[in-house]
T-cell receptor, first 114, second 111 residues
Framework: EPEVTQTPSHQVTQMGQEVILRCVPI?????FYWYRQILGQKVEFLVS????????KSEIFDDQFSVERPDGSNFTLKIRSTKLEDSAMYFC????????????FGSGTRLTVV | DAKTTQPPSMDCAEGRAANLPCNHS???????VYWYRQIHSQGPQYIIH???NNETNEMASLIITEDRKSSTLILPHATLRDTAVYYC????????????FGTGTRLTIIP
C-alpha cells in the first residue's frame, strides 16, 4: 500500500537553529499538508499546498515557517529559528483530490528543541 | 474549533463490537462525516466517511442518523490493535479544506 514517508523520525535541535523536515508524499497525490501535535494535545493544521502554492495556513504558520516542493517528489517544512514551543510531532499528509477521505498521513517527525 | 462532540474515553472487550458515538448537531447539508484514528503517536489513519447513508468497509461501519445530527462508528469485532484515539470530523467533501481534529475518544480494548 502506498505510504507517505517522513524523515528523520526524530530530530533534536538547539533553540534558534533552522530545521528542515522532509516528506515524500504518495506519487499521484496533488494536495499536500503539514499538521503538528504537541505532546498530549490535539492534532493541529499548519498548512495546505496545491499547485505549487500555499492554499491555506493556520495562525501557527507564521513567518518562521515555510514549505517547499523542490522537485517532483519531496515536500519540506522549514522552521527558520526554532523555539522551545516548536517541540512537537510533525505529520505530513497528502491526498489525491483534496477530499477528506483520501488523506494519507506519514508516521511523523518528532522535533525536540533544546 | 471542532464541530463534533465525542466521549473522552470508552472501553470494549476484545471480540465484541465497539460503538463510538459522535454528535454533530450543526452539520450543514454538504458536509460529510469522517472518522480517523490515531494509534499511539502514529499519524492519523482514515477509517470511513459518509454523507447520509450508512456505510461499511473492511475496517468499520458508519451509522448516520436520519437528521444527520449524530453518528456511530462500529468496529464489529474489536481487537487489541484497535486501541487508539478515534476522531469524528465534519468537513466538506472536496477542496483543500483542512481536517479539524478534536480531542476524540480514547478507545481501550480489554483482553
Amino acid at each position: 500500500e502506498p505510504e507517505v514517508t517522513q524523515t528523520p523520525s526524530h530530530q533534536v535541535t538547539q533553540m534558534g537553529q533552522e530545521v528542515i523536515l522532509r516528506c515524500v508524499p504518495i506519487s499521484n497525490h496533488l494536495y499536500f499538508y503539514w499538521y503538528r501535535q504537541i505532546l498530549g494535545q490535539k492534532v493541529e493544521f499548519l498548512v495546505s499546498f496545491y499547485n505549487n502554492e500555499i492554499s491555506e495556513k493556520s495562525e501557527i504558520f507564521d513567518d518562521q515557517f515555510s514549505v517547499e516542493r523542490p522537485d517532483g517528489s519531496n515536500f519540506t517544512l522549514k522552521i527558520r529559528s526554532t523555539k522551545l514551543e516548536d517541540s512537537a510531532m510533525y505529520f505530513c499528509a497528502s491526498s489525491e483530490e483534496g477530499s477528506g477521505w483520501g488523506y494519507t498521513f506519514g508516521s511523523g517527525t518528532r522535533l525536540t528543541v533544546v | 474549533d471542532a464541530k463534533t462532540t465525542q466521549p473522552p474515553s470508552m472501553d470494549c472487550a476484545e471480540g465484541r463490537a465497539a460503538n463510538l458515538p459522535c454528535n454533530h448537531s450543526t452539520i450543514s447539508g454538504n458536509e460529510y462525516v469522517y472518522w480517523y484514528r490515531q494509534i499511539h503517536s502514529q499519524g492519523p489513519q482514515y477509517i470511513i466517511h459518509g454523507l447520509k447513508n450508512n456505510e461499511t468497509n473492511e475496517m468499520a461501519s458508519l451509522i448516520i442518523t436520519e437528521d444527520r445530527k449524530s453518528s456511530t462508528l462500529i468496529l464489529p469485532h474489536a481487537t487489541l490493535r484497535d486501541t487508539a484515539v478515534y476522531y469524528c470530523i465534519v468537513r466538506g467533501y472536496f477542496g483543500n479544506e483542512k481536517l479539524t481534529f478534536g480531542t476524540g475518544t480514547r478507545l481501550t480494548i480489554i483482553p
